[in-house]
Structures are given as C-alpha cells and as structure tokens.
C-alpha cells in the first residue's frame, strides 16, 4: 500500500507555471500507476493525468495536454505535474492517486488517495 501526499500548490496568475509533487510512502511504489485528478469550486473531480509502471505511459484530460506533463522518479518515491500557461479555469484542488494496475481515467479505479493540494490562477 501507498500514502500519496501532495505539494506545491499556491497561487499563481495566468500564464505562469507551477509543478506540484506527490510523494508516496510505501513499498513497491514503482509497481504503481498515478493519477491526477482535480476538483473546482462547485464541480465534480475530475481527471487530468496519469502515468503508469512504465514512465512513458501517460495519458491526459483533453484540456490539459500539450501544457501539463506528468513524470514520476521511482527513486524518489514522486510523481510530478509540471503545469504551464496556467488557466484561471485551472483553479482546483488537485489530488494525487494510485493503483496497481494500468493507468485509468476513472476515479475507482484508484485505491489510494492523498488529500489534495489547492492551485489558484487568477486572471
């Protein structure tokens, strides 16, 4: 089992970038695919990213690809979401999650979940 934290949240305005982290405390943490979701003010969590045991398996939400990217280090235990050209509608807070097979876009598919960190892009 994994505990996913998340760090690197703020407030940036549009057009800036931010990277947040995820480190995962756990063993075989290499053997697990991570997720991205986010939640907006009033909306429903949604996906963003994911990148799987193999590193060069990633996917993306439509709206983010192209300026979000997705990397994990297994050495450290952490995955990263590099964000750039930074939206107002970006403004969420983004969780970090894990499972232990494929990537997915789906929330239960997850089984691991930290408890978010809060990203504001003012306009």
């Known amino acids: 089992q994994v505990r996913p934290v998340e760090s690197g949240g703020g407030l940036v305005q549009a057009g800036d970038s931010m990277r947040l982290s995820c480190a995962a405390s756990?063993?075989?943490?290499?053997?697990?695919?991570m997720g991205w979701f986010r939640q907006a003010p009033g909306k429903e969590r949604e996906f963003v990213a994911a990148i799987g045991e193999i590193p060069r398996d990633t996917d993306y939400e439509d709206s983010v690809k192209g300026r979000f990217t997705i990397s994990r280090d297994n050495a450290k235990n952490t995955v990263y979401l590099q964000m750039n050209s930074l939206k107002p509608e970006d403004t969420a807070v983004y969780y970090c999650?894990?499972?232990?097979?494929?990537?997915?876009?789906?929330?239960?598919?997850?089984?691991?979940w930290g408890q978010g960190t809060e990203v504001t892009v003012s306009s």
């Open positions: 756990g063993r075989l943490f290499s053997t697990y695919a």
């Open positions: 999650a894990a499972r232990t097979r494929e990537i997915g876009r789906q929330q239960w598919q997850y089984n691991y």
